[in-house]
């Protein structure tokens, strides 16, 4: 069989000896069809563009000839074959147009096979790293064998009155039956992370044991530690996170652990996370990571009080960065540090570093850090003027919503307002589709938390709080995409029935139609575990509780061992936070 990059033949081609008629071809200019014989002078011509279409030809596998740019019968039958495998008209011609194309392909089949070398390659360095670690060395034994699930088992009582044990374990049994190793393996670290919160350890690595792709295995070591310190177990995170051998998962694993740890308000945890990460910085070789990674434990250090500390990184930091050769890397690490000034709330010093910032992408998170800073601190004024700097405009829009939220918690409702008007001007100068959703979601949402943080107090509030509503729902109906839309009139509901308004009903009878309509099983009971868990971040379990039990009731009639693998993992998660939000649980709670 010969393969190409578009279409298998069952036949080699076959080369003639013959050498037929050929033309010069100037621009944009055709060569004549086999029923158009040029003299026998114009035969024996050369043309450039033929020969770079059999270059193209013979690099696809469809020409075998000579590239002489005579346009011969075998380099009209390769023209003819390709041009049936792409849907083109079969006219053995070749213009202009028809070597693009040809050439396209070529870099495309070039593309394909240099992410496939990457690929083998990365796969044999991750292998080599995990037999290289005496902790890691079981998890790649060759003798695996691939498990069946169990056919006996009646999943029904689990899916009456779930637990996270119960889910777990059909989420494992489903993922046996998953035929692929890619999705099997897909699966399979969503379980393990499932399992590692709800103090499920050992069955974490057991099941990280199973998945196939050491690339993934080494993931699934750095999603254990996250999971573990997310579950309030630093020492059981801080062991898993050190097996690691890999410098730049470790480095982001332990970065994850302290960010959750100060989250937490465990600050000594979190700088002794911090100290870890940076003992092995140097190990790392690409001086860009290591400056993002540094920043970021700048970060955490001032979070959790350590301010000497994260002075000192950002220094180091800077100097790293202002001494990188390229001009594009110096901009990407100066953004490094302008970022994590706005994120500590030293927004002068962060804008006075981005002006070293020459690219418009690296600036846009700076100002998006600095502006919400300068809300947060009061300065409504310096925030929307940082954000009007913000050339793109999706990004300005859902800024301004956030803007519009710090305005309205330190109690200006009506400068929240006028900023949200100012979100929904510039929601209709956004082009992508999506994009163009997302913010409308946003600040859709962020009207009703402006207007009903609380239950309402009185008439005049309620009334506010249902203008409010009605016109985000009113501006949901411009979302397109059918799950973000759920989503939105979902948590719109959830916001209505703790303010006291009774429009709920109507608005749930919305989402519902809109879920309806969301493409598959699989993505609306994801959506249901993420507004569960959303819920569960604010304190308002009840309504999480709601979209736990519709994401269930969706995941019992789940046939798709792929789908029903991991909705299964995801719900067990969510489970989690609900029973304990913030903190994780352990497993023998139901």
Request: proline residues 3%; aromatic residues 4%; glycine residues 6%.
């Amino acid at each position: 069989m010969l393969k190409t990059g578009f279409v298998t033949y069952g036949l080699p081609l076959v080369v003639s000896a013959a050498i037929a008629a050929a033309v010069p071809v100037t621009a944009r200019a055709a060569l004549p069809p086999l029923d158009e014989q040029p003299t026998a002078a114009a035969r024996i011509q050369e043309s450039p563009l033929v020969r770079r279409a059999q270059k193209a030809l013979s690099k696809l596998g469809l020409y075998l000839g000579p590239d002489d740019g005579v346009l011969d019968r075998s380099t009209e039958a390769a023209i003819r074959i390709y041009q049936r495998a792409k849907g083109l008209d079969t006219t053995g011609r070749i213009t202009l147009d028809l070597v693009g194309k040809l050439e396209y392909d070529v870099g495309v089949r070039k593309l394909m096979r240099q992410l496939e070398d990457a690929r083998s390659e990365s796969i044999k360095d991750a292998r080599s790293k995990l037999m290289s670690h005496p902790a890691t060395r079981d998890l790649m034994k060759d003798a695996r064998v691939d498990e069946a699930a169990d056919p006996t088992r009646d999943s029904a009582t689990c899916f009456d009155a779930p637990t996270t044990r119960c889910l777990l374990a059909e989420a494992l049994e489903s993922a046996k039956a998953i035929a692929k190793a890619e999705l099997r393996d897909w699966a399979l670290g969503e379980i393990l992370i499932a399992e590692a919160r709800a103090g499920l350890g050992d069955k974490a690595m057991e099941t990280a044991a199973r998945i196939k792709d050491p690339r993934l295995v080494m993931v699934a070591l750095r999603d254990i530690a996250e999971a573990q310190a997310a579950a309030g177990r630093p020492e059981d995170a801080m062991a898993a996170a050190a097996i690691i051998p890999d410098f730049e998962k470790q480095a982001d694993a332990f970065a994850a652990i302290a960010a959750i740890q100060v989250r937490r308000g465990d600050f000594d945890d979190a700088r002794n996370s911090l100290a870890r990460l940076l003992s092995d910085l140097s190990n790392i070789g690409d001086v860009l990571k290591q400056i993002a990674i540094r920043t970021r434990a700048a970060v955490l250090y001032a979070g959790a009080g350590a301010r000497d500390d994260a002075e000192t990184e950002l220094k180091i930091a800077e100097n790293a960065a202002r001494n990188l050769p390229r001009d594009s890397s110096k901009s990407a690490g100066i953004r490094h540090v302008a970022s994590a000034l706005a994120e500590m709330e030293e927004t002068a010093r962060a804008l006075e570093m981005l002006e070293s910032v020459t690219s418009p992408s690296d600036r846009i998170p700076v100002l998006m850090s600095a502006a919400e800073a300068q809300a947060r601190a009061g300065d409504a004024a310096a925030a929307l003027a940082t954000a009007s700097g913000i050339e793109n405009v999706r990004y300005r829009a859902v800024l301004l919503g956030r803007i519009a939220l710090a305005q309205a918690q330190a109690g200006r409702i009506s400068d929240a307002d006028t900023t949200l008007e100012l979100a929904f001007a510039a929601i209709e100068h956004i082009d992508r589709p999506y994009a163009r959703s997302f913010a409308v979601s946003r600040i859709a949402l962020a009207l009703t938390q402006v207007h009903g943080g609380t239950a309402a107090q009185d008439a005049a509030s309620m009334n506010s709080f249902k203008t409010a509503a009605k016109r985000a729902i009113d501006a949901a109906g411009m979302i397109e995409d059918r799950r973000l839309n759920a989503h939105t009139l979902w948590l719109i509901a959830a916001r209505q029935r703790v303010v006291g308004d009774d429009g709920w009903e109507q608005t749930e009878e919305l989402a519902q139609k809109a879920t309806d309509e969301v493409t598959g099983d699989l993505s609306r009971v994801w959506m249901f575990a993420d507004i569960a868990e959303g819920h569960a971040i604010s304190d308002e379990n009840e309504a999480g509780w709601r979209a736990f039990e519709r994401g269930i009731a969706i995941a019992r009639n789940i046939d798709n061992a792929w789908s029903r693998s991991r909705t299964l993992a995801k719900l067990a998660a969510t489970l989690i936070s609900l029973v304990d939000p913030g903190r994780g649980r352990s497993a023998d709670i139901p």
